[in-house]
Protein backbone atom coordinates (compact mmCIF):
# COMPACT_ATOMS: atom_id res chain seq x y z
CA UNK A 1 0.00 0.00 0.00
CA UNK A 2 1.16 3.35 -0.84
CA UNK A 3 2.19 6.17 1.39
CA UNK A 4 -1.09 8.30 0.00
CA UNK A 5 -3.22 5.15 0.95
CA UNK A 6 -1.67 4.63 4.23
CA UNK A 7 -2.87 8.82 4.71
CA UNK A 8 -5.97 8.32 3.38
CA UNK A 9 -6.97 5.60 5.92
CA UNK A 10 -6.41 8.06 8.71
CA UNK A 11 -8.94 9.48 10.46
CA UNK A 12 -9.52 13.42 10.01
CA UNK A 13 -7.80 14.16 13.38
CA UNK A 14 -4.83 11.87 12.66
CA UNK A 15 -4.57 13.75 9.06
CA UNK A 16 -4.92 17.30 10.63
CA UNK A 17 -1.80 16.67 13.10
CA UNK A 18 -0.33 14.91 10.33
CA UNK A 19 -0.21 17.34 7.33
CA UNK A 20 -0.01 20.14 10.16
CA UNK A 21 3.45 18.53 11.22
CA UNK A 22 4.67 17.89 7.49
CA UNK A 23 4.34 21.75 7.05
CA UNK A 24 6.35 22.35 10.21
CA UNK A 25 8.82 19.61 9.69
CA UNK A 26 10.34 22.07 6.32
CA UNK A 27 10.33 25.34 8.78
CA UNK A 28 12.07 23.69 11.50
CA UNK A 29 12.42 19.92 12.12
CA UNK A 30 13.31 20.33 15.50
CA UNK A 31 10.38 21.55 16.54
CA UNK A 32 7.84 18.82 14.96
CA UNK A 33 9.83 16.05 16.61
CA UNK A 34 9.79 17.97 19.79
CA UNK A 35 5.60 18.35 19.19
CA UNK A 36 6.09 14.16 18.67
CA UNK A 37 8.02 13.47 21.57
CA UNK A 38 5.60 15.29 23.77
CA UNK A 39 2.51 13.24 22.39
CA UNK A 40 4.54 10.32 23.01
CA UNK A 41 5.92 11.74 26.99
CA UNK A 42 2.16 12.20 27.69
CA UNK A 43 0.77 8.56 26.39
CA UNK A 44 3.57 7.20 28.67
CA UNK A 45 2.91 8.65 32.02
CA UNK A 46 -0.10 8.50 34.53
CA UNK A 47 -0.64 12.57 34.42
CA UNK A 48 -1.99 13.39 37.90
CA UNK A 49 -1.19 17.06 38.25
CA UNK A 50 -4.43 18.48 38.96
CA UNK A 51 -4.10 21.59 36.95
CA UNK A 52 -3.77 19.65 33.58
CA UNK A 53 -5.80 18.31 31.75
CA UNK A 54 -6.17 16.38 27.77
CA UNK A 55 -8.13 18.92 25.58
CA UNK A 56 -9.40 17.72 22.61
CA UNK A 57 -8.07 17.28 19.12
CA UNK A 58 -10.96 20.36 18.03
CA UNK A 59 -9.89 22.96 20.99
CA UNK A 60 -6.16 22.39 19.89
CA UNK A 61 -6.68 22.38 16.22
CA UNK A 62 -8.52 25.71 16.70
CA UNK A 63 -5.58 27.62 18.23
CA UNK A 64 -3.44 26.88 15.15
CA UNK A 65 -4.91 29.31 12.46
CA UNK A 66 -4.78 32.66 10.68
CA UNK A 67 -6.60 34.29 14.01
CA UNK A 68 -2.87 34.21 15.51
CA UNK A 69 -2.21 37.23 13.03
CA UNK A 70 -4.80 39.55 13.67
CA UNK A 71 -4.70 42.61 16.51
CA UNK A 72 -8.07 43.21 17.72
CA UNK A 73 -7.61 45.63 21.24
CA UNK A 74 -11.05 46.65 22.43
CA UNK A 75 -14.40 44.94 22.66
CA UNK A 76 -16.20 43.66 19.64
CA UNK A 77 -17.40 46.55 18.12
CA UNK A 78 -15.15 48.86 19.38
CA UNK A 79 -12.02 47.80 18.20
CA UNK A 80 -8.67 50.07 17.99
CA UNK A 81 -7.64 48.26 15.17
CA UNK A 82 -9.40 48.53 11.29
CA UNK A 83 -10.35 44.55 9.88
CA UNK A 84 -11.89 43.02 12.58
CA UNK A 85 -15.02 41.79 11.60
CA UNK A 86 -14.53 38.22 12.66
CA UNK A 87 -12.41 38.81 15.29
CA UNK A 88 -15.81 40.11 16.85
CA UNK A 89 -17.69 37.49 15.95
CA UNK A 90 -15.35 34.59 17.53
CA UNK A 91 -15.13 36.83 20.41
CA UNK A 92 -19.22 36.98 20.73
CA UNK A 93 -19.72 33.88 20.09
CA UNK A 94 -17.13 32.65 22.81
CA UNK A 95 -18.84 35.15 25.04
CA UNK A 96 -22.49 33.62 24.79
CA UNK A 97 -21.42 30.24 25.22
CA UNK A 98 -19.65 30.81 28.67
CA UNK A 99 -22.44 32.89 29.89
CA UNK A 100 -24.75 30.03 28.56
CA UNK A 101 -22.78 27.43 30.50
CA UNK A 102 -21.86 29.33 33.76
CA UNK A 103 -25.37 30.82 34.15
CA UNK A 104 -23.90 34.44 34.13
CA UNK A 105 -24.90 37.79 32.64
CA UNK A 106 -21.67 38.85 31.27
CA UNK A 107 -18.44 37.13 30.15
CA UNK A 108 -14.75 38.46 29.03
CA UNK A 109 -12.71 36.27 27.28
CA UNK A 110 -9.70 37.93 26.59
CA UNK A 111 -7.11 36.99 29.09
CA UNK A 112 -4.31 35.07 28.50
CA UNK A 113 -4.23 33.18 31.78
CA UNK A 114 -5.31 32.91 35.12
CA UNK A 115 -3.40 35.71 36.33
CA UNK A 116 -4.59 38.08 33.91
CA UNK A 117 -7.95 36.99 34.26
CA UNK A 118 -7.45 38.21 38.22
CA UNK A 119 -5.22 41.52 37.42
CA UNK A 120 -8.28 42.09 35.28
CA UNK A 121 -10.79 41.22 38.26
CA UNK A 122 -8.35 43.41 40.70
CA UNK A 123 -8.12 46.39 38.36
CA UNK A 124 -12.02 46.49 37.97
CA UNK A 125 -12.80 46.37 41.24
CA UNK A 126 -10.74 49.11 42.03
CA UNK A 127 -12.08 50.99 39.07
CA UNK A 128 -15.84 50.37 40.54
CA UNK A 129 -14.77 50.71 44.08
CA UNK A 130 -12.08 53.23 44.05
CA UNK A 131 -11.88 55.45 40.60
CA UNK A 132 -15.48 55.54 39.99
CA UNK A 133 -16.21 57.62 42.98
CA UNK A 134 -13.51 59.89 43.46
CA UNK A 135 -14.01 60.61 39.51
CA UNK A 136 -17.81 61.49 40.46
CA UNK A 137 -16.38 63.84 43.83
CA UNK A 138 -13.83 65.97 40.95
CA UNK A 139 -16.73 66.05 38.29
CA UNK A 140 -14.00 64.26 36.22
CA UNK A 141 -15.50 61.86 33.48
CA UNK A 142 -11.98 59.98 32.91
CA UNK A 143 -8.79 60.32 34.66
CA UNK A 144 -7.11 62.53 31.95
CA UNK A 145 -9.55 64.81 33.31
CA UNK A 146 -7.87 65.48 36.34
CA UNK A 147 -4.92 67.73 38.08
CA UNK A 148 -2.12 66.23 38.77
CA UNK A 149 -2.28 67.03 42.88
CA UNK A 150 -5.81 64.88 41.84
CA UNK A 151 -4.39 61.95 40.35
CA UNK A 152 -1.61 61.75 42.59
CA UNK A 153 -4.50 61.37 45.26
CA UNK A 154 -5.93 58.83 43.13
CA UNK A 155 -2.76 56.49 42.52
CA UNK A 156 -1.89 56.34 46.45
CA UNK A 157 -5.95 55.53 47.49
CA UNK A 158 -5.04 51.84 44.48
CA UNK A 159 -2.22 51.58 46.48
CA UNK A 160 -3.77 51.46 49.61
CA UNK A 161 -6.98 48.90 49.44
CA UNK A 162 -6.59 45.94 51.65
CA UNK A 163 -7.56 42.00 50.49
CA UNK A 164 -7.72 38.54 52.69
CA UNK A 165 -7.79 35.31 50.85
CA UNK A 166 -6.33 31.71 51.84
CA UNK A 167 -2.98 31.06 52.71
CA UNK A 168 -0.96 29.31 50.91
CA UNK A 169 -0.43 26.64 53.11
CA UNK A 170 -3.76 26.11 53.63
CA UNK A 171 -3.83 25.90 49.91
CA UNK A 172 -4.72 29.61 48.38
CA UNK A 173 -2.66 30.34 45.38
CA UNK A 174 0.06 33.32 44.75
CA UNK A 175 -2.01 35.28 43.29
CA UNK A 176 -4.51 36.30 45.82
CA UNK A 177 -2.63 38.90 47.44
CA UNK A 178 0.97 36.99 48.35
CA UNK A 179 4.11 39.33 47.93
CA UNK A 180 6.15 37.40 45.44
CA UNK A 181 3.18 38.36 43.28
CA UNK A 182 1.59 41.79 41.95
CA UNK A 183 -1.16 41.02 43.85
CA UNK A 184 0.75 41.00 46.93
CA UNK A 185 2.61 44.55 45.95
CA UNK A 186 -0.75 46.12 45.24
CA UNK A 187 -2.96 44.96 47.71
CA UNK A 188 -2.33 45.21 51.79
CA UNK A 189 -2.96 41.19 52.12
CA UNK A 190 -3.77 39.23 55.55
CA UNK A 191 -4.77 35.34 55.11
CA UNK A 192 -7.31 33.00 56.18
CA UNK A 193 -6.35 29.38 57.09
CA UNK A 194 -8.17 26.13 58.00
CA UNK A 195 -8.86 24.95 61.30
CA UNK A 196 -5.98 22.99 63.11
CA UNK A 197 -7.66 19.86 63.36
CA UNK A 198 -9.89 19.47 61.01
CA UNK A 199 -7.89 21.40 58.35
CA UNK A 200 -11.21 22.50 56.64
CA UNK A 201 -11.63 26.23 56.40
CA UNK A 202 -13.80 27.95 59.75
CA UNK A 203 -16.43 30.24 58.43
CA UNK A 204 -16.62 31.96 61.87
CA UNK A 205 -12.71 32.42 62.02
CA UNK A 206 -12.78 34.08 58.37
CA UNK A 207 -15.44 36.25 59.90
CA UNK A 208 -13.73 37.28 62.65
CA UNK A 209 -10.77 38.42 59.95
CA UNK A 210 -12.82 40.35 58.08
CA UNK A 211 -14.50 42.45 61.26
CA UNK A 212 -10.57 43.60 62.02
CA UNK A 213 -9.34 44.14 58.79
CA UNK A 214 -11.92 45.42 56.89
CA UNK A 215 -10.64 44.72 53.28
CA UNK A 216 -12.04 46.04 50.40
CA UNK A 217 -12.18 42.53 48.46
CA UNK A 218 -12.17 38.70 49.49
CA UNK A 219 -11.24 36.16 47.42
CA UNK A 220 -12.46 32.66 47.83
CA UNK A 221 -10.66 29.83 45.41
CA UNK A 222 -7.43 27.78 45.87
CA UNK A 223 -5.24 25.60 44.19
CA UNK A 224 -4.98 22.73 46.65
CA UNK A 225 -7.79 22.18 49.10
CA UNK A 226 -9.43 19.21 48.73
CA UNK A 227 -12.87 20.08 49.68
CA UNK A 228 -15.99 22.59 48.75
CA UNK A 229 -16.39 25.87 49.61
CA UNK A 230 -19.86 27.54 50.65
CA UNK A 231 -19.85 30.35 48.80
CA UNK A 232 -23.27 31.86 50.29
CA UNK A 233 -21.45 32.32 53.33
CA UNK A 234 -18.80 34.03 51.78
CA UNK A 235 -21.06 36.59 50.41
CA UNK A 236 -22.52 37.01 53.63
CA UNK A 237 -18.57 37.35 55.55
CA UNK A 238 -18.22 39.71 52.39
CA UNK A 239 -21.08 41.83 52.54
CA UNK A 240 -21.21 42.52 56.56
CA UNK A 241 -18.25 44.18 55.87
CA UNK A 242 -18.88 45.98 52.41
CA UNK A 243 -16.91 44.25 50.40
CA UNK A 244 -16.47 42.68 46.97
CA UNK A 245 -16.62 38.96 47.12
CA UNK A 246 -14.30 38.09 44.24
CA UNK A 247 -13.95 33.89 43.70
CA UNK A 248 -11.23 32.01 41.53
CA UNK A 249 -12.71 29.03 40.46
CA UNK A 250 -9.74 28.11 37.86
CA UNK A 251 -9.22 24.49 39.59
CA UNK A 252 -13.18 23.77 39.84
CA UNK A 253 -14.49 25.52 36.96
CA UNK A 254 -15.37 22.34 35.41
CA UNK A 255 -16.83 21.24 38.33
CA UNK A 256 -19.10 24.35 38.00
CA UNK A 257 -19.64 24.02 34.08
CA UNK A 258 -20.44 20.36 34.60
CA UNK A 259 -23.30 21.20 37.22
CA UNK A 260 -21.55 19.19 40.05
CA UNK A 261 -21.23 21.85 42.05
CA UNK A 262 -24.54 23.70 42.77
CA UNK A 263 -26.41 25.90 44.99
CA UNK A 264 -23.91 27.32 47.55
CA UNK A 265 -21.16 25.61 46.62
CA UNK A 266 -21.81 27.44 42.92
CA UNK A 267 -19.52 30.87 43.19
CA UNK A 268 -21.85 32.24 40.15
CA UNK A 269 -24.94 33.57 41.85
CA UNK A 270 -22.98 34.75 44.94
CA UNK A 271 -19.65 36.14 44.13
CA UNK A 272 -19.69 39.98 42.90
CA UNK A 273 -16.92 38.51 40.44
CA UNK A 274 -15.67 35.21 38.98
CA UNK A 275 -12.19 34.55 37.77
CA UNK A 276 -11.18 31.17 36.20
CA UNK A 277 -8.53 29.57 33.71
CA UNK A 278 -10.12 27.65 30.64
CA UNK A 279 -7.21 24.89 30.96
CA UNK A 280 -7.65 22.19 33.96
CA UNK A 281 -10.73 20.92 34.83
CA UNK A 282 -12.67 22.80 31.99
CA UNK A 283 -10.45 21.32 29.15
CA UNK A 284 -10.11 24.14 26.75
CA UNK A 285 -6.90 25.88 26.00
CA UNK A 286 -4.82 28.00 28.21
CA UNK A 287 -6.24 31.04 29.05
CA UNK A 288 -8.19 32.47 31.37
CA UNK A 289 -11.93 34.10 31.73
CA UNK A 290 -13.87 36.62 33.92
CA UNK A 291 -17.79 36.60 34.82
CA UNK A 292 -20.06 38.65 36.77
CA UNK A 293 -23.70 39.33 37.40
CA UNK A 294 -23.08 42.17 39.33
CA UNK A 295 -24.63 45.36 37.31
CA UNK A 296 -22.09 48.37 36.60
CA UNK A 297 -19.28 45.94 36.32
CA UNK A 298 -18.85 44.97 33.23
CA UNK A 299 -17.84 48.46 31.75
CA UNK A 300 -14.56 48.24 34.41
CA UNK A 301 -13.93 44.83 33.10
CA UNK A 302 -14.30 45.47 29.27
CA UNK A 303 -11.47 47.63 30.09
CA UNK A 304 -9.15 44.69 30.54
CA UNK A 305 -6.85 45.87 27.38
CA UNK A 306 -5.87 48.90 27.96
CA UNK A 307 -5.64 48.66 31.51
CA UNK A 308 -3.97 45.14 32.08
CA UNK A 309 -3.93 42.97 28.80
CA UNK A 310 -2.15 43.58 25.82
CA UNK A 311 -3.87 42.33 22.17
CA UNK A 312 -6.17 39.90 22.65
CA UNK A 313 -5.29 35.94 21.19
CA UNK A 314 -8.20 35.91 18.75
CA UNK A 315 -7.12 32.33 17.94
CA UNK A 316 -7.35 31.03 21.67
CA UNK A 317 -10.56 33.01 21.80
CA UNK A 318 -11.80 30.68 19.66
CA UNK A 319 -10.39 27.79 21.16
CA UNK A 320 -12.25 28.76 24.00
CA UNK A 321 -15.76 29.18 22.05
CA UNK A 322 -15.42 25.36 21.00
CA UNK A 323 -14.04 24.04 24.44
CA UNK A 324 -17.34 26.10 26.55
CA UNK A 325 -19.35 24.61 23.84
CA UNK A 326 -17.84 21.18 24.26
CA UNK A 327 -18.68 21.89 27.95
CA UNK A 328 -22.22 22.46 27.29
CA UNK A 329 -22.91 19.10 26.94
CA UNK A 330 -24.68 16.21 28.50
CA UNK A 331 -21.37 14.17 27.68
CA UNK A 332 -19.49 16.78 29.97
CA UNK A 333 -21.48 16.74 32.59
CA UNK A 334 -21.21 13.34 32.95
CA UNK A 335 -17.33 13.52 32.61
CA UNK A 336 -17.48 16.08 35.57
CA UNK A 337 -19.21 13.90 37.82
CA UNK A 338 -16.36 11.27 36.89
CA UNK A 339 -14.25 13.22 38.00
CA UNK A 340 -14.93 13.82 41.51
CA UNK A 341 -16.14 10.38 41.79
CA UNK A 342 -12.47 9.13 40.50
CA UNK A 343 -11.25 11.31 43.16
CA UNK A 344 -12.71 9.99 45.84
CA UNK A 345 -12.16 6.49 44.73
CA UNK A 346 -7.94 7.43 44.68
CA UNK A 347 -8.53 8.82 48.21
CA UNK A 348 -10.23 5.93 49.32
CA UNK A 349 -7.31 3.52 47.74
CA UNK A 350 -4.66 5.71 49.26
CA UNK A 351 -6.00 5.56 52.71
CA UNK A 352 -7.14 2.33 53.00
CA UNK A 353 -3.03 1.71 52.13
CA UNK A 354 -1.89 3.67 54.98
CA UNK A 355 -1.64 7.31 53.32
CA UNK A 356 -2.83 9.98 55.55
CA UNK A 357 -5.12 12.96 53.77
CA UNK A 358 -5.38 16.33 54.36
CA UNK A 359 -8.69 17.26 55.61
CA UNK A 360 -9.40 13.24 55.56
CA UNK A 361 -10.69 13.00 51.69
CA UNK A 362 -11.83 14.96 48.99
CA UNK A 363 -15.18 16.71 47.65
CA UNK A 364 -13.54 17.89 44.46
CA UNK A 365 -11.27 16.53 41.89
CA UNK A 366 -7.95 16.81 43.76
CA UNK A 367 -6.53 15.14 46.75
CA UNK A 368 -3.63 16.25 49.25
CA UNK A 369 -1.53 13.52 50.62
CA UNK A 370 0.70 14.45 53.51
CA UNK A 371 3.76 11.90 52.59
CA UNK A 372 5.42 11.85 56.31
CA UNK A 373 3.01 8.95 56.56
CA UNK A 374 5.51 7.06 54.06
CA UNK A 375 8.35 9.00 55.94
CA UNK A 376 9.18 11.51 52.94
CA UNK A 377 9.14 14.89 51.92
CA UNK A 378 6.70 16.21 49.10
CA UNK A 379 10.00 16.53 46.89
CA UNK A 380 11.22 13.07 47.61
CA UNK A 381 8.33 11.64 46.61
CA UNK A 382 7.13 13.79 43.51
CA UNK A 383 10.71 12.61 42.36
CA UNK A 384 10.21 9.02 43.01
CA UNK A 385 6.78 8.53 41.66
CA UNK A 386 8.12 10.52 38.24
CA UNK A 387 10.82 7.60 38.25
CA UNK A 388 7.74 5.33 38.37
CA UNK A 389 6.22 6.93 35.49
CA UNK A 390 3.46 8.42 37.79
CA UNK A 391 3.41 12.76 37.32
CA UNK A 392 2.43 14.40 40.65
CA UNK A 393 3.27 17.77 42.17
CA UNK A 394 4.97 17.87 45.71
CA UNK A 395 2.41 20.32 47.39
CA UNK A 396 2.93 22.59 50.81
CA UNK A 397 -0.05 21.15 53.69
CA UNK A 398 -1.53 23.33 56.55
CA UNK A 399 1.28 24.57 58.89
CA UNK A 400 3.62 22.62 56.55
CA UNK A 401 7.02 21.91 58.58
CA UNK A 402 8.89 21.48 55.58
CA UNK A 403 8.00 24.32 53.88
CA UNK A 404 6.90 25.58 50.42
CA UNK A 405 10.08 24.00 48.63
CA UNK A 406 10.41 20.67 49.99
CA UNK A 407 6.69 20.22 51.25
CA UNK A 408 5.18 17.55 52.93
CA UNK A 409 2.58 16.49 50.45
CA UNK A 410 1.59 15.66 47.25
CA UNK A 411 -1.26 16.52 45.11
CA UNK A 412 -3.13 14.60 43.11
CA UNK A 413 -5.84 15.21 40.51
CA UNK A 414 -8.60 13.07 38.28
CA UNK A 415 -9.19 15.40 35.69
CA UNK A 416 -7.11 14.45 33.14
CA UNK A 417 -7.28 10.30 33.65
CA UNK A 418 -10.75 10.49 34.03
CA UNK A 419 -10.66 12.61 30.37
CA UNK A 420 -8.94 9.48 28.49
CA UNK A 421 -11.53 7.31 30.18
CA UNK A 422 -10.57 5.86 33.44
CA UNK A 423 -12.95 4.55 36.31
CA UNK A 424 -13.01 4.24 39.57
CA UNK A 425 -11.81 0.74 39.74
CA UNK A 426 -8.55 2.25 37.49
CA UNK A 427 -8.12 4.56 40.65
CA UNK A 428 -7.61 1.61 42.75
CA UNK A 429 -4.99 0.67 40.91
CA UNK A 430 -3.23 3.75 40.67
CA UNK A 431 -3.50 4.25 44.43
CA UNK A 432 -2.02 0.79 44.53
CA UNK A 433 0.93 2.20 42.29
CA UNK A 434 1.43 5.46 43.81
CA UNK A 435 1.66 3.46 47.82
CA UNK A 436 3.67 0.56 46.51
CA UNK A 437 6.34 2.79 45.29
CA UNK A 438 6.34 5.51 47.99
CA UNK A 439 6.43 2.21 50.39
CA UNK A 440 9.59 1.28 48.91
CA UNK A 441 11.39 4.48 48.67
CA UNK A 442 14.21 5.46 51.58
CA UNK A 443 15.39 8.79 51.85
CA UNK A 444 19.17 9.32 50.99
CA UNK A 445 21.58 10.85 53.48
CA UNK A 446 23.65 13.69 53.45
CA UNK A 447 27.26 14.77 53.52
CA UNK A 448 26.86 14.78 57.23
CA UNK A 449 24.74 12.05 57.23
CA UNK A 450 21.67 13.57 58.26
CA UNK A 451 17.91 12.52 56.41
CA UNK A 452 18.12 14.09 53.04
CA UNK A 453 14.77 16.02 52.19
CA UNK A 454 15.59 15.54 48.22
CA UNK A 455 17.17 12.59 47.80
CA UNK A 456 16.06 8.95 47.99
CA UNK A 457 16.67 5.09 47.11
CA UNK A 458 14.28 3.20 44.47
CA UNK A 459 15.17 0.17 43.62
CA UNK A 460 15.01 -0.85 39.93
CA UNK A 461 12.61 -3.41 40.20
CA UNK A 462 10.50 -1.51 41.93
CA UNK A 463 10.61 1.24 39.66
CA UNK A 464 10.40 -1.12 36.04
CA UNK A 465 7.38 -2.55 38.05
CA UNK A 466 5.04 0.83 38.72
CA UNK A 467 5.82 1.58 35.49
CA UNK A 468 4.76 -1.49 33.70
CA UNK A 469 1.88 -1.57 35.63
CA UNK A 470 0.89 2.47 34.62
CA UNK A 471 1.51 1.20 30.80
CA UNK A 472 -1.25 -1.22 31.25
CA UNK A 473 -3.83 1.26 32.32
CA UNK A 474 -2.63 3.68 29.55
CA UNK A 475 -2.32 0.80 26.69
CA UNK A 476 -6.57 0.58 28.03
CA UNK A 477 -7.50 4.06 28.17
CA UNK A 478 -5.32 5.43 25.35
CA UNK A 479 -5.07 9.44 24.88
CA UNK A 480 -6.02 10.60 21.93
CA UNK A 481 -7.01 7.12 20.08
CA UNK A 482 -8.27 9.12 17.08
CA UNK A 483 -4.77 10.18 16.64
CA UNK A 484 -3.34 7.00 14.79
CA UNK A 485 -0.03 8.54 13.04
CA UNK A 486 2.00 11.44 12.99
CA UNK A 487 4.67 10.04 10.58
Not at 327 to 356: P, T, W
Not at 440 to 447: F, I, L, M
Request: with cysteine.
Amino acid sequence: MSGNDDAQNLSPESKAFKFGLDVINQSEPQIADYIRAELENQRSQLKLIASENYASPAVLLAMGNWFSDKYAEGTPGHRFYAGCEFVDKVETLACEHAKDLFGANYAYVQPHSGIDANLVAFWALLSHRVEAPFLKNHDAKHVNDLHDDEWETLRKAFGNQRMIGMSLDAGGHLTHGFRPNISGKLFSQRSYGVNPETEQLDYGNIQALANEFRPLIIVAGYSAYPRKVNFAKMREIADSVDAVLMVDMAHFSGLVAGKVFTEEYDPIPHAHIVTSTTHKSLRGPRGGIVLSNEPGLADHIDKGCPMVLGGPLANIMAAKAVAFAEAKSLDFQSYAQQVVDNARALAEGIEKRGGRLVTGGTENHLVLVDVRSFGLTGRQAESALEEAGVIVNRNSIPFDPNGAWYTSGIRLGTPALTSIGMSCEDMDEVADIICSTLTSVDPATTASGDPSKAKFILSDVVQSSARERSAKLLQENPLYPEVTSLI
